[in-house]
């Protein structure tokens, strides 16, 4: 029963015709399709995890990246917007027999329907792994991927705001076939039935109308706090954002990732250092930092109060650049205007 309204959820939720509920994560969702449609060896393109990728789009460590031929695409040195001749040249000289759109760390809407025409140029399958915007497509405020790709993967939780938990939605009834069967028995055993139930619920509450509200403060708080770090200095990569998040380059402060990744964590504002398209530090260091909205816009935090965060932030930051050795009085004080700031925003207001 729980699985069948999940089901039935989803395809309304995303105007779908099969959805397939089962996988553990976004990471075997994503396995599921190569499963479904690939052979061990087959081509297909994805972003590079430098560009704003993510691992299972056929980075080197994965194992999209062992057992297909991965050919990885990236973004213009200009603009950090997808190179789309790139990705036209690259389908044209290797032949894919999938091309994958989406990433983890791509603050800007994709061109679906460019990728769709490329794709469908060369004979290939296309796919959007929609992870970190499916809420936002929920709540109507997003292209809707569907409308373009063959097939569509996602996690549940991010901005969708369910459980942790993956999902592969088709309009498609042969690939649907091969989907499901895919899943189980090609990939997982039992299906997880606690997190089933709990993507119904979470799918029934993208059905309401509030949560139209929410994907829109989701975008605008995005905004609010990006344009406060530009304002302090930083570079925005891509210029800004269309959506939850924002990948920001901090070497105009002179900062590393992992050392303001570091510094904000001990003011009590949680983001991770990120690679920036080009970065010459190693990832394990980077030059940047992700930072995102859906958190604090669902504790209640608008505009005002992530245009305040991003202050924090800059002073944390600013903080580092003058006391590299040592933050930790600009820390304490952050952290204490963090928790007067979250007081005033009660997680579970009817409790006291």
């Keep these: ?118 794709a469908h140029d060369v004979g290939a399958l296309f796919m959007v792994d ?31 705001r369910g459980p ?44 309401r109308p509030d949560f139209k509200t929410y994907s829109k403060a989701v975008v605008e708080n995005s905004r609010a706090l990006a344009s406060t770090l530009a304002q302090s200095g930083l570079d925005i990569v891509s210029g800004g954002t269309d959506t939850h998040l924002s990948l920001i380059d901090l070497r105009p402060k002179g900062l590393t990732g992992k050392v303001a990744e570091a510094s904000l964590e001990r003011a009590f504002l949680t983001c991770n250092k990120n690679a920036i398209p080009f970065d010459p530090e190693k990832p394990a260091i980077a030059s940047g930092l992700r930072v995102g909205s859906p958190a604090a816009t669902t504790r209640g935090f608008g505009t005002a109060e992530f245009i305040k965060v991003g202050e924090l932030m800059v002073e944390v930051l600013d903080g580092l650049v003058a006391h590299p050795e040592d933050n930790s009085a600009i820390e304490q004080s952050v952290r204490e205007q963090v928790q007067t700031l979250c007081a005033d925003f009660p997680i579970y207001q009817t409790l006291e």
């Design 130 to 160: 929609m992870a970190h915007f499916a809420g936002l497509v929920a709540g109507g405020i997003h292209p809707n991927p569907l409308d373009f790709a063959d097939v569509v993967t996602t996690t549940t939780h991010k901005t969708l």
């Design 1 to 118: 029963v729980a699985e069948s309204l999940a089901i039935e959820r989803a395809k309304r939720l995303f105007d779908c015709g099969f959805a397939n509920v089962q996988p553990h994560s976004g990471a075997q969702a994503n396995q599921g399709v190569f499963l479904a449609l690939l052979n061990p060896g087959d081509t297909f393109l994805g972003m590079s995890l430098a560009a704003g990728g993510h691992l299972t789009h056929g980075a080197a460590p994965n194992l999209s990246g062992k057992w297909f031929n991965a050919v990885q695409y990236g973004v213009r040195p200009d603009d950090h917007l997808i190179d789309f001749d790139q990705v036209s040249a690259l389908a044209k000289e290797h032949r894919p027999k999938l091309i994958i759109a989406g990433g983890s760390a791509y603050p800007r809407i994709i061109d679906f329907a460019r990728f769709r025409d490329i």
């Design 164 to 207: 942790r938990g993956g999902m592969i939605l088709t309009n498609d009834q042969d690939i649907a076939k091969k989907i499901n069967s895919a899943i189980f028995p090609g990939l997982q055993g039992g299906p997880l039935m606690h997190v089933i139930a709990a993507k119904a619920v979470a799918f029934g509450e993208a059905l």
